[in-house]
């Protein structure tokens, strides 16, 4: 299991997210998402991201490099796994049902809570996506595909009380894992940064997640 050490950058809680971003790059730490689990699937874009977290939020930037770039879909709860696609699975220690939240490279995101894949699913509501702050580099509108080299950023702003927690939480820390995936890519892609032991693509394995430690 991964451990990841989230600093405690509270003056970004209020920034704009453009300059959130410039100083979550400058003051955090670059980490490489760059494990690739599955022998069939051997693609592995360029994907690092930063943490952080404020007391009321946790940030993170996404930065990716890759030959094909799909963004379709713009609106929430669509299938944003299919464009190119970041994800942040994690659970708070001691309870049952994890939070996925993915989103596409034009920051449409698709969440719920769940126990595991397909099980005890619970959509967020309109009200809980629109409370995610989100920075795209490549906008919001959708572009179908655009091929040769590319470099995307995303930066999201997600409020604790969405992964069901308060600042107390953070003392315990999160079981976690991120990902980057494009099921209709050319040549589709499933990474992580922790680990994952399955015969086959499957990012719904809580039982994989490393371990976020919060600075204070």
Avoid at 31 to 40: E, G, I
Avoid at 122 to 136: D, M, N, Q
């Amino acid at each position: 299991m991964k451990k990841l050490h989230v600093p405690c950058l509270s003056q970004l809680e209020t920034l704009p997210m453009a300059k959130a971003e410039n100083g979550l790059r400058t003051s955090g730490e670059k980490n490489a998402l760059d494990c690739v689990n599955w022998k069939a699937f051997p693609q592995k874009p360029e994907v690092h991201f930063v943490a952080a977290h404020t007391g009321k939020s946790i940030l993170l930037a996404f930065t990716v490099r890759e030959d094909v770039v799909l963004a379709r879909f713009e609106a929430d709860q669509s299938p944003v796994y299919r464009d190119s696609c970041v994800e942040f699975f994690c659970r708070k220690p001691g309870t049952a049902l994890y939070t996925n939240l993915e989103f596409n490279c034009i920051g449409a995101c698709l969440g719920a809570r769940q126990r595991a894949r397909d099980t005890e699913r619970t959509f967020l509501s309109e009200k809980e996506l629109s409370g995610i702050e989100r920075y795209a580099s490549l906008g919001k509108r959708a572009f179908g595909e655009k091929k040769g080299k590319c470099a995307w950023n995303l930066m999201v702003r997600i409020p604790l009380s969405i992964l069901g927690m308060e600042e107390k939480d953070l003392a315990v820390g999160l079981g976690a894992n991120f990902y980057k995936c494009c099921d209709d890519a050319p040549e589709k892609h499933y990474l992580s940064w922790n680990p994952i032991q399955t015969e086959s693509p499957d990012f719904h394995r809580p039982e994989f997640f490393g371990h976020l430690v919060f600075a204070y």
